[in-house]
């Protein structure tokens, strides 16, 4: 996948920084990715480790997780850290990298933050207040709810329920493969659809409410609406989806 030019070079992080917190575990232990976190700042996972997972990160000491550790075959991640920012500030990034086996689950819940995925096939489960979800999965299912905020997501496979209030969503895929169900909703906003071409959509607009639905029968079905806003239709971009 081709991650923004801002992604790529602040990950991944690298050996040859000031690391504030690195952290390894057996991943044979490792079913589930359990984030809670009042001030995120921003989160890469990579769904390539084997025999080791790592959390890495570089934040300053006050806003960095207060707690890393493997429970019950969950590696938790916990910054309870909003009270430390409202009265010590940010200067500096918060960058927290993590990586972890390809079929591992993920559940993350934030205040304010940005989450990057790369890859990974267990299901993913997204609840934020304020902020930015972006990458790729090929989880069969992933429910994602935002306050407020942006979702850019390449080539989702299976089961998607994507709730937004006020922002926007880009969803792309350079192929339909049947197995898609997603429903895509933002009150506030807009939704762009980036389609393989010759895709029939369905037009729907009664009352306040902005529908499409893209329907092939028997298999995909991707739905859209909007309250106020834009809802486009547009050609699949090769730069939003794996490689």
Not at 82 to 91: N, Y
Not at 100 to 108: A, D, F
Not at 142 to 167: E, F, H, P, Y
């Amino acid at each position: 996948m081709h991650l923004p030019s801002y992604i790529s070079t602040e990950f991944p992080i690298g050996q040859n920084e000031k690391l504030q917190l690195y952290k390894r575990f057996p991943t044979a232990e490792l079913d589930e990715l359990y984030v809670d976190a009042q001030t995120l700042g921003n989160l890469m996972v990579y769904f390539d480790a084997a025999d080791e997972a790592r959390v890495l990160a570089i934040a300053e000491e006050h806003l960095l997780p207060e707690r890393v550790a493997l429970e019950d075959k969950r590696l938790v991640i916990e910054a309870k850290n909003l009270r430390e920012f409202l009265k010590k500030g940010q200067a500096e990034k918060i960058r927290i990298e993590v990586h972890i086996p390809e079929q591992t689950r993920l559940n993350v819940r934030f205040g304010a933050g940005v989450l990057m995925l790369e890859g990974g096939s267990g299901d993913v489960t997204v609840s934020g207040g304020v902020g930015e979800i972006s990458g790729f999965s090929k989880a069969k299912n992933i429910d994602v709810k935002l306050r407020a905020g942006d979702v850019t997501l390449s080539n989702i496979q299976g089961q998607a329920t994507l709730k937004l209030n006020i922002g926007s969503i880009s969803l792309n895929w350079s192929d339909l493969t049947g197995d898609e169900k997603v429903d895509a909703k933002c009150h506030l906003g807009c939704i762009d659809l980036h389609l393989p071409p010759a895709v029939a959509v369905v037009e729907d607009q009664g009352g306040w409410m902005l529908r499409k639905t893209v329907d092939i029968p028997f298999s995909t079905r991707i739905t859209a609406q909007v309250g106020f806003g834009g809802l486009d239709i547009l050609a699949a971009d090769p730069k939003l989806v794996t490689v």
